[in-house]
């Protein structure tokens, strides 16, 4: 029984905007944008000046407010919004001038937007906010400076992802812990009852495993399968946070709706490493499953002869 990670893809970024409908800029716009994101100040204010619309957008529906942010240009972002620049302006995929800024990691843009009064709860066609497009880069910073002004830690995306889980399933640890300080419930659910553990524990982040348990993340929580992080770290064969969930107190026999333990996660995936780690921890090897099947069984049956010999061994 093999989960489905593509439950847990995360959205796509800003910098890949949909190329839907849009007006074609001309080509004075078009230089406009491109000076701006090139942080040409004196190409900008040339343009400017000679009447270019400082809120065109290019085929994919980006202005060069959007871009000198983006590309952290703090002296272009000041002088484009004192042309009359819409700070709050979105491409056709729904992304703004502060996500831009917030995913690519520029600080000082984010704190110069947000003085602006850009609106951070503003989001995407994916439904993430700034502070999610943060978190997914790892932008501690930025994150710390969004949680000031007030972003909603719990906000969601279209698949009640959390900023969390977006930091948790990419391994940044600092931005998991400005996450938690600011806040943010270890144990809130996905539209799967995932949590930022488990996507955690089946991406192999182990740093971000002991920041979330320090955090209060439930350890025995389980998915809508009734899996817990245990079981999607021995599905993957994450053997380092295995052993780390062991120490922590997770329950090695643990079992989902299936009656599928780690043990049976490990041993059917191939995962030897885990297997050796769930045993060494006292993994029941006689433990059945709804087909009356157990973890040995499988391993037989998948000609996993090692795995098979590992768990026979420790009988």
Not at 3 to 30: F, H, K, Y
Not at 83 to 101: E, K, W, Y
Not at 204 to 231: F, K, M, P, Y
Not at 302 to 311: L, P, S
Request: glycine content about 10%; charged content about 20%.
């Amino acid at each position: 029984m093999i989960r489905t990670l593509g439950r847990w893809v995360p959205g796509l970024l800003c910098m890949l905007v949909l190329l839907v409908g849009s007006v074609q800029a001309n080509d004075s716009e078009i230089s406009l944008i491109q000076a701006a994101r090139s942080g040409d100040m004196t190409a900008v204010t040339k343009l400017l000046d000679a009447g270019v619309d400082v809120n065109a957008r290019d085929k994919v529906g980006k202005t060069a407010l959007m871009y000198a942010a983006e590309e952290g240009h703090t002296n272009v972002v000041e002088l484009l919004i004192d042309h009359g620049a819409f700070v709050d302006a979105q491409t056709n995929s729904g992304c703004t001038a502060l996500q831009f800024a917030a995913e690519s990691g520029w600080d000082p843009v984010v704190r110069q937007l947000i003085k602006l009064r850009a609106d951070i709860g503003i989001k995407t066609r994916q439904g993430e906010d700034a502070l999610i497009m943060a978190a997914r880069t790892g932008q501690a910073g930025a994150i710390e400076r969004l949680i000031a002004a007030g972003a909603d830690v719990s906000n969601t995306d279209r698949h009640h992802r959390t900023a969390l889980m977006a930091a948790s399933g990419k391994g940044f640890d600092q931005a998991v812990a400005s996450l938690l300080k600011g806040g943010a419930d270890p144990n809130a659910t996905d539209e799967h009852q995932a949590t930022a553990l488990m996507i955690a524990a089946a991406g192999g982040h182990g740093e971000v495993v002991r920041v979330l348990i320090a955090g209060g993340a439930e350890l025995e929580q389980g998915d809508d399968i009734g899996s817990t992080a245990l079981l999607w770290a021995a599905e993957l064969g994450r053997a380092g946070v295995v052993e780390r969930l062991l120490r922590a107190g997770s329950k090695v026999n643990a079992s989902n709706n299936e009656g599928w333990t780690a043990l049976f996660e490990a041993a059917y995936n191939g995962h030897a490493a885990a297997v050796e780690k769930l045993v060494a921890a006292g993994a029941d090897s006689s433990l059945q499953d709804t087909a009356g099947l157990t973890a040995v069984d499988y391993a037989h049956r998948r000609e996993h002869t090692d795995i098979e010999k590992i768990i026979l061994q420790a009988r």
